[in-house]
């Protein structure tokens, strides 16, 4: 990042935190929601059948990798924790619904509750400067979380099973059938992708690259890089915490042993697959590393699961370093968004 396209206009623009909704290409992120918007609407008649089913734990996954690839991506920062995020947010927002709040406050809620643990990343981040000791650091973090929710007898070993709670349902819209299910988690992946491309297009996304960069100059400059992890990470984790509420109200079950460390390895593989940085790389990521396992326990082939994977993942990493879609943008010298943007004009 250039220095003259690092300075703002508006010298107050420092002082705060640079947040400049007027500046956001507006059209650009409707396109890239359509892209999701389109193909997913193409899905509906599918969503009712076997391959339906398992566009429901794709769905779930890339929502959750969207929030973990801004903690990652954009400040380049190796956050070890997204897991415990993830499930922070899916217990808070059970709890709520079992309370009784209305579904979606609750929903929302989850989000809160995520960017609440995201707040303590941030700090995390700020205070350790040396990358090694930050990921040692969110490890800790991540097993501090999971003592925790394994020993409280609201949550126990056993996980947070909600299934007792009254039907959950926005506008009318009961969330029972695999169909409406579908709709549900295809708005709200929608909705993280606005917020990352809202994001990735705004001054915020532009200095938080920056400070993943190059810190050092962006301090010398007069820019505070501690602000653009901080709002990376809490921005990040509200999305984690969506997604983790998403799995619970669709599973009607969060277990803490199923959010530990493989479940850490497995979001990073998604991100890491799918393009770091990129807008929709975690849903290409999903698709691979969540769509396989269950494709292949469809076609009844599940013994050769872990040969699929590996596969795919050596292939990825002689062919396609920096994910699939970072690669391509690379190779081909023009992204996925400007190809469409030709066809689409």
């Not at 956001?24 to 009712?48: E, K, M, N, S, T």
């Not at 996980?159 to 039907?167: A, H, K, N, S």
Request: aromatic share 8%.
């Amino acid at each position: 990042m250039s220095e003259e396209s690092a300075r703002p206009e508006d010298a107050a623009a420092i002082e705060g935190l640079d947040i400049d909704l007027a500046g956001v290409d507006w059209p650009a992120v409707v396109r890239q929601a359509l892209y999701v918007l389109v193909p997913g609407l193409l899905f509906i008649p599918f969503a009712a059948s076997n391959i339906g089913f398992i566009a429901r734990p794709i769905l779930i996954f890339a929502i959750i990798a969207m929030g973990y690839n801004i903690m990652v991506g954009w400040p380049d920062l190796l956050v070890f924790c997204p897991a415990a995020i993830a499930i922070v947010g899916g217990v808070s927002s059970g709890l709520l619904a079992q309370a009784g709040v209305p579904f979606l406050v609750a929903f929302l809620l989850g989000g809160v509750a995520g960017a609440l643990v995201g707040v303590v990343v941030a700090l995390i981040a700020i205070i350790i400067r040396t990358s090694f000791d930050f990921v040692i650091a969110t490890l800790a973090l991540e097993q501090l979380i999971f003592t925790a929710l394994v020993i409280w007898a609201a949550v126990g070993p056993a996980g947070l099973r909600v299934g007792d709670i009254e039907t959950p349902s926005i506008a009318g819209m009961a969330l029972t059938g695999q169909v409406e299910t579908y709709l549900f988690l295809l708005a709200v992946l929608i909705f993280s992708v606005v917020v990352v491309a809202a994001f990735d297009n705004s001054l915020l996304g532009t200095l938080s690259v920056a400070t993943g960069e190059n810190e050092d100059l962006l301090t010398s400059i007069g820019y505070q890089p501690s602000k653009y992890k901080f709002v990376s990470l809490v921005l990040g984790a509200f999305l984690l915490g969506i997604g983790g509420a998403s799995y619970i109200h669709v599973n009607n079950l969060m277990v803490p042993n199923s959010w530990v460390l493989p479940q850490t390895v497995i979001l990073l593989t998604i991100i890491v697959v799918g393009g770091l940085r990129t807008i929709h790389g975690p849903i290409v990521g999903a698709l691979v590393m969540v769509g396989i396992p269950e494709f292949s326990r469809l076609l009844g082939i599940s013994g050769f699961q872990q040969y699929l994977i590996g596969g795919a993942l050596i292939a990825i990493v002689l062919f396609a370093p920096a994910g699939i879609l970072g690669t391509y943008q690379n190779r081909v010298g023009i992204s996925i968004r400007d190809k469409l943007r030709g066809l689409w004009s």
